[in-house]
């Protein structure tokens, strides 16, 4: 009998658990672990069939190989913690079980996230004969595959590519953050990075922003700010003709309001501080008092959208494209008990498992998302809840000119 573990139980774990035990075909017995149990049953208690739970420590692989040699799991799908990525997949190695991740490994102890850390296992995954898909998220995951999606289909080379993250959602609370407070702050106090002409151009954290208008009316005009991310790290490597990788993420005033007074009080700071006789990280203070990701799906309204903007050439001629996503808070929480933020990291997660347990993607090694035939994944995406537009992305580029070297 086929076997999956899921290991996380936040709101991206909540939303793959769903998803996944929607295809009991493909996945089999499910089991949901993580190092609170009660979080773990209360996602099972929400699904219609059987959803083992268990607890384990993801930084301990010897604890993770004694769960998948109960389990028998034939992959491990990895919704925890970014810091946990390599603890899990030498679980994975000792166990011969396919892997799974949605972010790319950060050191706890350094904000600064790289796929230096896990491509160096690409041999061992190989001689092991199994598979591990790093990045199955929206961004990465998703933006990478539109960006293969249009390599294939639509250009000879691309030239640039923007990506553009926009969560139009209102949970009404004075300040929140939509994933994970500790990792979602980290990522966004960090300098802005972006790839142009064989190299990597750095910023200041926030520091490049623009009005961009987003082609879905309920999204509109909202200002956009360049971030590093880790997808424009393997792209670069994997687009023929890149020339220029850029990622923004929009966020409100009072979003940014909120980050610059936390910031010049020492609430993002990462080094741990002596507080009556505990060493304690203000950061991860902040993240304990912060409302929990998770309890935002009923809160949430308003609207997702992601996409990808392109310029490149076909047949010698210019050509623009915007692929995209439009993902709406209340549906993905009808269906989920998950905001739309969790939906659309949480259903590529269940995709790309699909891939490798299906076999369209099963190869031994380790492989970025825009790696594989992107077809089965872009027709999956419709179906499982994440349609995608494709239309003219001149309007688009023309908006960016702006910031254009």
């Known amino acids: 009998m086929k076997s999956t573990l899921i290991i996380g139980a936040g709101g991206v774990g909540r939303v793959v658990t769903h998803k996944c035990s929607q295809l009991p075909d493909t996945f089999?017995?499910?089991?949901?672990?993580?190092?609170?149990?009660?979080?773990?049953?209360?996602?099972?208690?929400?699904?219609?069939?059987?959803?083992?739970?268990?607890?384990?420590?993801?930084?301990?692989?010897?604890?993770?190989?004694?769960l998948m040699e109960e389990v028998r799991p034939d992959i491990l799908i990895n919704v925890a913690l970014p810091?946990?990525?390599?603890?899990?997949?030498?679980?994975c190695l000792e166990a011969g079980v396919h892997y799974l991740d949605t972010a790319n490994y950060e050191p706890k102890d350094d904000p600064r996230f790289s796929y230096e850390y896990q491509w160096p296992y690409h041999q061992r995954f190989a001689d092991?004969?199994?598979?591990?898909?790093?990045?199955?998220?929206?961004?990465?995951?998703?933006?990478?595959v539109f960006c293969a999606y249009?390599?294939?289909?639509?250009?000879?080379?691309?030239?640039?590519?923007?990506?553009?993250?926009?969560?139009?959602g209102d949970h009404g609370l004075p300040f929140a953050t939509n994933f994970n407070p500790e990792i979602n702050i980290r990522e966004i106090t960090a300098k802005g990075r972006f790839w142009q002409e064989g190299q990597w151009r750095q910023t200041e954290?926030?520091?490049?922003?623009?009005?961009?208008?987003?082609?879905?009316?309920?999204?509109?005009?909202?200002?956009?700010?360049?971030?590093?991310?880790?997808?424009?790290?393997?792209l670069c490597k994997h687009l023929k003709g890149i020339k220029r990788l850029r990622f923004w993420m929009t966020?409100?005033?009072?979003?940014?309001?909120?980050?610059?007074?936390?910031?010049?009080?020492?609430?993002?700071?990462?080094?741990?501080?002596?507080?009556?006789?505990?060493?304690?990280?203000?950061?991860?203070f902040l993240k304990a008092v912060l409302p929990d990701p998770a309890s935002l799906g009923p809160l949430t309204k308003g609207k997702t959208c992601i996409g990808c903007v392109m310029d490149g050439v076909k047949d010698g001629q210019?050509?623009?494209?915007?692929?995209?996503?439009?993902?709406?808070?209340?549906?993905?929480?009808?269906?989920?008990?998950?905001?739309?933020?969790?939906?659309?990291?949480?259903?590529?997660?269940?995709?790309?498992?699909?891939?490798?347990?299906?076999?369209?993607?099963?190869?031994?090694?380790?492989?970025?998302?825009?790696?594989?035939?992107?077809?089965?994944?872009?027709?999956?995406?419709?179906?499982?809840?994440?349609?995608?537009?494709?239309?003219?992305?001149?309007?688009f580029l023309e908006q960016l000119r702006q910031h254009n070297p």
């Open 83 to 91: 810091y946990q990525d390599l603890s899990l997949m030498e679980a």
């Open 128 to 144: 092991a004969g199994i598979t591990a898909l790093l990045g199955s998220g929206f961004d990465p995951g998703v933006t990478n």
């Open 251 to 284: 966020f409100s005033a009072n979003y940014i309001n909120h980050l610059n007074v936390l910031q010049n009080v020492g609430m993002t700071a990462i080094e741990p501080i002596d507080f009556e006789g505990h060493k304690i990280a203000p950061l991860e």
């Open 318 to 395: 210019r050509l623009q494209k915007y692929i995209y996503n439009v993902c709406d808070h209340q549906e993905a929480y009808r269906e989920t008990n998950a905001q739309a933020i969790s939906y659309t990291t949480g259903v590529p997660a269940m995709i790309g498992a699909k891939m490798i347990l299906e076999g369209h993607w099963e190869k031994p090694g380790v492989f970025n998302m825009e790696q594989h035939d992107p077809d089965p994944f872009m027709e999956a995406l419709g179906k499982y809840g994440l349609p995608w537009e494709v239309v003219d992305g001149a309007p």
């Open 150 to 168: 249009a390599q294939k289909h639509f250009f000879d080379e691309i030239h640039t590519v923007d990506i553009i993250d926009a969560n139009a």
């Open 205 to 234: 954290p926030l520091e490049l922003s623009q009005p961009f208008k987003f082609p879905h009316p309920e999204v509109g005009t909202r200002d956009i700010y360049l971030l590093y991310h880790e997808e424009m790290e393997s």
């Open 28 to 66: 089999g017995q499910i089991t949901l672990a993580s190092r609170t149990l009660a979080k773990c049953e209360e996602i099972a208690g929400e699904i219609d069939g059987p959803i083992r739970t268990a607890t384990v420590d993801a930084d301990d692989p010897a604890a993770v190989v004694a």
